[in-house]
């Protein structure tokens, strides 16, 4: 992505697919997160509860991309 995206963490509310979330960000607000291609590749699946990385583009602050766990 480019220079401008926006990072941030969110917790996993519920899994809404294959590869989609429901995250909740610090702030409340509940956003559509989908994992990242590398994530896809490898299968990943992620339980409620748990802390995710995101990123934004500073154009749609509903839906986001999935990086990464967070430790």
Not at 9 to 22: A, C, P, Q
């Amino acid at each position: 992505m480019s220079e401008n995206a926006i990072t941030t963490t969110g917790t996993v509310l519920e899994r809404k697919g294959e590869i989609l979330y429901s995250v909740e960000l610090m702030n409340g607000k509940a956003v559509l997160g989908h994992l990242s291609k590398p994530l896809t590749v490898a299968e990943t699946v992620f339980e409620p509860g748990e802390t995710l990385l995101l990123e934004f583009t500073p154009y749609d602050f509903d839906q986001a991309r999935i990086l990464a766990k967070h430790s």
